[in-house]
T-cell receptor
Framework: GQNIDQPTEMTATEGAIVQINCTYQ??????LFWYQQHAGEAPTFLSY??LDGLEEKGRFSSFLSRSKGYSYLLLKELQMKDSASYLC???????????WGAGTKLIIKP | EAGVTQSPTHLIKTRGQQVTLRCSPI?????VYWYQQALGLGLQFLLW???????NRGNFPPRFSGRQFPNYSSELNVNALELEDSALYLC???????????FGPGTRLTVT
C-alpha cells in the first residue's frame, strides 16, 4: 500500500523559518499537495508540486524530489496565524483519489 | 464563484440513530469526496463519487454509505450511529481530471 509520513508536531518562533517534511512511497507517483488546516476548519490549498524543485509563493515554498520520495514545505517570517496543521497529500498513479498524511501540527510561539 | 457547501453545520444525535449529511460541490465539479476527521486526527477517506457513481470507498463499515445526484450534489448516510462516529465530516469537490480538492466547511457530528 501507499504510506505518507510527516512529523506529528513542530514548534517554531514567530519571525523564524520552519521546514515541514513529508516522505512518500515513490511507486506510481503523480504529484504532491500541501494543505493548511486551522483547528476546526476545512483544509485549504497551499501548493502543488509535480516536478522536482522548489516552488515559491510568498512566505511559503514547497520542494519536491521525486527520486527520493521527499517533499518539504518551508514557511518563512512565521506569524502567529501560521499556527495550524499542515497536510501533505500524494496523487497516486492513475487514480484521482489523494492519499493523505496525518498532518503536522505547527505551534508558533511569540 | 460559490464554494463547496455542506449542511447542516452542526448535528447532535444519539447512539443508534441515523444521519444524513449533504454536500453541494462547486459548479462544474463532478467529483465529490467525503472524509471523516476525528478530533486531533488526520483525514480518513470515506467515499469518492464521480459522475454519479461510487469510484472508491475507504476502510469503513457498510453503515457508512452515500450517493451522488445528477446535479453532482451528494449525501453521506450513517446508520446505527456509534459514539466513535463523532467527528468533523468534510466534503471536497474537484473537476473531472483535476486533482486539487476544494473543501467545504464540514459538518460537526456529535453522537451521545
Amino acid at each position: 500500500g501507499q504510506n505518507i509520513d510527516q512529523p506529528t508536531e513542530m514548534t517554531a518562533t514567530e519571525g523564524a523559518i520552519v521546514q515541514i517534511n513529508c516522505t512518500y512511497q515513490t511507486s506510481g507517483f503523480n504529484g504532491l499537495f500541501w494543505y493548511q488546516q486551522h483547528a476546526g476548519e476545512a483544509p485549504t490549498f497551499l501548493s502543488y508540486n509535480v516536478l522536482d524543485g522548489l516552488e515559491e509563493k510568498g512566505r511559503f515554498s514547497s520542494f519536491l524530489s521525486r527520486s527520493k520520495g521527499y517533499s518539504y514545505l518551508l514557511l518563512k517570517e512565521l506569524q502567529m496565524k501560521d499556527s495550524a496543521s499542515y497536510l501533505c497529500a500524494e496523487i497516486p498513479d492513475s487514480n484521482y483519489q489523494l492519499i493523505w498524511g496525518a498532518g503536522t501540527k505547527l505551534i508558533i510561539k511569540p | 464563484e460559490a464554494g463547496v457547501t455542506q449542511s447542516p453545520t452542526h448535528l447532535i444525535k444519539t447512539r443508534g440513530q441515523q444521519v444524513t449529511l449533504r454536500c453541494s460541490p462547486i459548479s462544474g465539479h463532478t467529483s465529490v469526496y467525503w472524509y471523516q476527521q476525528a478530533l486531533g486526527l488526520g483525514l480518513q477517506f470515506l467515499l469518492w463519487y464521480d459522475e454519479g457513481e461510487e469510484r472508491n470507498r475507504g476502510n469503513f463499515p457498510p453503515r457508512f454509505s452515500g450517493r451522488q445526484f445528477p446535479n453532482y450534489s451528494s449525501e453521506l448516510n450513517v446508520n446505527a450511529l456509534e459514539l466513535e462516529d463523532s467527528a468533523l465530516y468534510l466534503c471536497a469537490s474537484s473537476p473531472t481530471g483535476d486533482h486539487e480538492q476544494y473543501f467545504g466547511p464540514g459538518t460537526r457530528l456529535t453522537v451521545t
